[in-house]
């Protein structure tokens, strides 16, 4: 437990890890409100009722895909700053090192920090979806839906969105655990949380590409993923939850195994 | 003075090319985007043009991280100290490696948008396209130096590019001026059109000035 609260500590006291943890509460709510703002006024005017593919049932919701980038920050810093090389202050050393010589049991280690991890991922989901949700039904207005519609349409969805958030962030955290470096997870991970992922261009080339653990984790949530003959939610949860699992014992064995 | 400056930019680049990540950046760049040009081009949906624009937009990871390891590598242990032992003049040493950044990046680019344009069998080649990724890059040469880390300056400009910047654009046409909306100006038409592909550069390059005098004079007042 006290594994657990050092962790939590340090974590919580790297300034990246905060401003992730802020954009995401910020950008999600914001965005999605402007968004349902402008969804009003088109209707109003006599408009239809989506902009693009946004409608007002799914405007809570269309941005969960995007605003994942934090959580998966979040586990890229709780793995890449313990192999950052510090200044001159601290003779270049890297924090593992410290890390490892307070708690030599390298299991335990992996497993405080990915404990961590799932409980700040999944809190983040679990106050920042239903709080979008929420406010844009607030800012929508009369052109809002009751609780029963969306708890009929988006009900296990969010669920889905939570579950979604943590599985990503936890393989972030695993291949920067492997890799040993932020920079390369970073850069992989926040690129294929783009509006065009490269998991999605993907599938349009290979019918394979349903099996890839973001592609098959998205069905959780998404109710109109735009490509043919993908998995349900539960077997693409399952999917998902399978690579985390299996990069997980990657990164464990290679943390037990190899040098600091 | 002159012959100074020329012996801080040769010893700027003989920094950027003993660095590993700087040659494994510039080939994973260009084998990464003749690949995902090839995967899109063959699924046929989009015109090759479409196919271009799309896979230089992900090339532009590869020009942030240049742009950030130029700077943000010497944070990471403190060859930044032993750097300003040998090179005092905080705004020649900047100008130094922003030159050893652009000597590197302009052949990089250029390589890139042919690689994008010949795979997917666009002809011609966009000059803006180049420009472009060579900008973005020194955006994240300034973000870089004012926040003095690799990660930190990695995920504020990915965010920027891939997240932030195309999720604004849905909202509001203001978000044409940001920088990486603007520059794409040069190669990709977007609608709404707010901004030529000539007024697209001018907003791109003075986000660039901008941000690169706040660092500068930033890096010139504090410890390093």
């Known amino acids: 437990m006290r594994v657990v609260a050092a962790e939590f500590r340090k974590l919580l006291t790297l300034p990246s890890a905060l401003v992730a943890i802020g954009f995401t509460v910020a950008a999600m709510p914001g965005l999605a409100a402007q968004t349902a703002s402008q969804i009003a006024a088109r209707l109003d005017a006599g408009g239809p009722e989506v902009v693009g593919t946004v409608s007002t049932l799914n405007v809570g919701f269309y941005l969960v895909p995007f605003a994942v980038i934090g959580p998966i920050v979040l586990g890229i810093v709780l793995a890449g700053s313990e192999y950052t090389r510090g200044n001159r202050d601290t003779d270049g050393g890297r924090q593992i090192t410290a890390s490892l010589t307070a708690v030599p049991a390298r299991g335990t280690l992996l497993m405080a920090k990915a404990s961590v991890l799932v409980v700040l991922s999944g809190v983040l989901a679990a106050v920042v979806v239903p709080a979008t949700i929420w406010l844009t039904q607030t800012v929508l207005g009369e052109h809002g839906h009751t609780w029963d519609e969306l708890a009929g349409t988006l009900g296990w969805r969010v669920a889905g969105a939570v579950a979604y958030w943590v599985l990503m962030s936890l393989l972030a955290f695993a291949v920067t655990l492997v890799a040993r470096s932020g920079i390369v997870p970073m850069i992989f991970f926040v690129v294929n949380s783009s509006m065009v992922s490269f998991s999605f261009l993907l599938t349009r080339a290979t019918p394979l590409a349903k099996y890839l653990p973001d592609v098959a984790g998205t069905q959780m949530f998404s109710p109109d993923y735009p490509a043919e003959g993908m998995l349900g939610p539960v077997p693409g949860g399952l999917v998902m939850l399978a690579w985390t699992a299996g990069l997980l014992a990657v990164a464990a064995l290679v943390l037990t195994r190899r040098d600091a | ?224």
């Open chain 2, 1 to 224: 003075m002159t012959s100074h400056l020329w012996r801080v930019v040769a010893a700027e680049l003989i920094k950027l090319r003993s660095l590993p990540a700087v040659p494994a950046t510039v080939g994973t760049t260009v084998a990464v985007t003749a690949g995902l040009a090839f995967v899109a081009g063959r699924a046929g949906v989009d015109s090759p043009a479409d196919v271009a624009f799309q896979v230089i937009t992900y090339a532009q990871a590869g020009f942030i991280l240049l742009g950030v390891l130029t700077v943000a590598a010497e944070y990471g242990g403190g060859p930044i100290r032993t750097t300003l032992a040998a090179v005092p003049g905080r705004v020649a040493l900047t100008v130094a490696k922003l030159a050893a950044y652009v000597l590197i990046a302009v052949p990089f680019a250029a390589v890139t948008v042919v690689a994008a344009c010949r795979v997917a069998g666009r002809t011609g080649v966009p000059v803006g396209a180049t420009a472009y990724l060579v900008l973005v890059g020194a955006l994240a040469f300034a973000v870089a130096l004012l926040v003095r880390g690799v990660l930190t300056a990695l995920g504020i400009m990915l965010t920027l590019a891939f997240a932030v910047s195309p999720l604004l654009a849905t909202l509001t046409e203001y978000a044409a001026y940001l920088p990486d909306l603007a520059g794409a100006r040069m190669f990709r038409p977007g609608p709404p059109d707010v901004l030529t592909p000539g007024q697209g550069a001018v907003v791109m390059a003075a986000w660039v000035v901008c941000l690169l005098g706040t660092a500068v004079a930033a890096f010139a007042q504090r410890d390093a």
